[in-house]
């Protein structure tokens, strides 16, 4: 196994030396470095220089990120390393399990405990060999009863709160998650041989045939039939860590058989709206999501809701919204546009769907209300307003699904509009 030089910076860093350090934790946090990019880093610094921080940062970003979800990764390993000034006191603080009441609290930023793991590379704070004995004897009893096991907290864990190996085991956990859902009646009628109601029509048919005769009642009941599943999916800059994993777990629910979807659409939308239902059929996760990620090129962007919704309603909700379609609409509301026109394509979609199901990651907090005007616009207009910031949160959608008089949240933010 090969060993790694130490993350601490010397008395008389070496630039190069360093870059090479700072190589080795983004590759460790998950990005794909090699070192044909390391020696590309070093040739655009010396070409660049090293007068300015800012230069410096964008140029090592230049070289080592080739794709949009690399860029937050980027900048806390970047912050951690180079700029924060006690950086291996912070990690170290990242990684200790706080204590109520005697450490501070305080939520991880989006790819900070990532950035941690990739620096400390697997180093631990030292403790003391030998604990001095106290004069009496203290026995200390623990209940753990109602403590959570790892599986438990991993389910309630926010996604962009989790390590690199947290969300390899969120991720094959939303690949065995499933989202049934009840059949809807149809008005066609299908014969059978018990239950049902009487049938006179058939009845008189088969009779004619035996010369009159009735000797059986035929009997039909209503077949049924499966809606189709449309999710429209916000992966703007400040929805991109929540999207990616809402993906993983629509290409399960795309590929899983026997949970009732008759077919499964999916669109995302920044600045403009895509179509990447093809992609998610393919049985690999990583390749579907690959060519997903290359077909919609606004990842990390802006945000224009109220125009990708209308572009939705235009060109697609008469081809993929028929046959009492349920739709997942996954956004932080959080749009700049006119929210005039924001209302009225929400409205409209409402309208043509059999359920809009919301599923906001902002309703995490405990305090949120809709005060965003892309929130307010779009709050009146939807079935059921839920949070979708967690593995437990996407499990609830099968409450959502099973229960249409669940409204979620909708009723209590709305007394507050």
């Known amino acids: 196994m090969p060993e790694y030089a130490p993350l601490d910076l010397p008395e008389t860093p070496q630039l190069i030396q360093n870059i090479t350090w700072f190589a080795r934790a983004l590759r460790k946090a998950g990005l794909p470095i090699g070192p044909g990019r390391v020696a590309e880093a070093i040739r655009a610094v010396v070409a660049a220089g090293f007068t300015s921080r800012e230069d410096f940062f964008y140029t090592l970003r230049a070289c080592f990120c080739s794709r949009p979800e690399h860029l937050v990764v980027f900048a806390q390993v970047f912050r951690l390393y180079w700029r924060d000034p006690r950086y291996m006191e912070h ?194 996760v990583d390749a579907a999501l690959a060519a997903a990620g290359a077909e919609a090129q606004d990842w990390e962007g802006g945000t224009r809701i109220g125009a990708c919704l209308r572009a939705f309603n235009r060109d697609w909700s008469r081809r993929v919204l028929g046959q009492g379609a349920v739709v997942l609409l996954i956004t932080d509301g959080l749009d700049r546009d006119d929210p005039d026109q924001l209302a009225r394509e929400t409205e409209r979609l409402q309208l043509s769907c059999r359920r809009l199901i919301w599923l906001n990651p902002l309703l995490r907090w405990d305090g949120f209300a809709p005060k965003a005007r892309g929130i307010a616009a779009m709050l009146p207009h939807v079935d059921s307003f839920r949070a979708g910031h967690s593995i437990a949160s996407l499990e609830a959608l099968v409450m959502a699904l099973s229960r249409p008089d669940d409204p979620g949240e909708k009723s209590r933010l709305m007394a507050l509009l």
């Not at 793991?117 to 604990?131: H, I, R, Y």
């Not at 994993?245 to 058989?257: D, G, P, T, Y």
């Open 91 to 284: 990690m170290m603080a990242m990684m200790l399990p706080a204590v109520r009441g005697v450490q501070e609290e305080r939520r991880a930023r989006p790819a900070e405990k990532r950035a941690a793991e990739a620096l400390l590379d697997g180093a631990t704070p030292d403790l003391p060999e030998t604990l001095p004995e106290p004069e009496e004897e203290l026995k200390i009893e623990v209940d753990a009863s109602r403590t959570m096991s790892g599986q438990e907290r991993l389910r309630t864990l926010d996604f962009e709160q989790m390590s690199t190996e947290e969300m390899t085991q969120a991720k094959r956990m939303l690949a065995r998650l499933t989202l049934p859902v009840p059949p809807l009646p149809s008005r066609r009628l299908r014969a059978t041989s018990s239950g049902g109601r009487y049938d006179a029509r058939r009845t008189l048919r088969l009779a004619m045939r035996r010369g009159g005769e009735i000797r059986d009642l035929a009997r039909v009941e209503p077949r049924v039939r499966w809606p189709n599943l449309v999710v429209l999916c916000d992966i703007s800059g400040s929805m991109s860590q929540y999207s990616r994993m809402v993906l993983h777990f629509l290409h399960a629910v795309s590929n899983a058989k026997g949970q009732g979807w008759a077919q499964v659409h999916a669109f995302t939308f920044g600045t403009r709206l895509t179509n990447i239902t093809r992609h998610l059929r393919g049985r690999d």
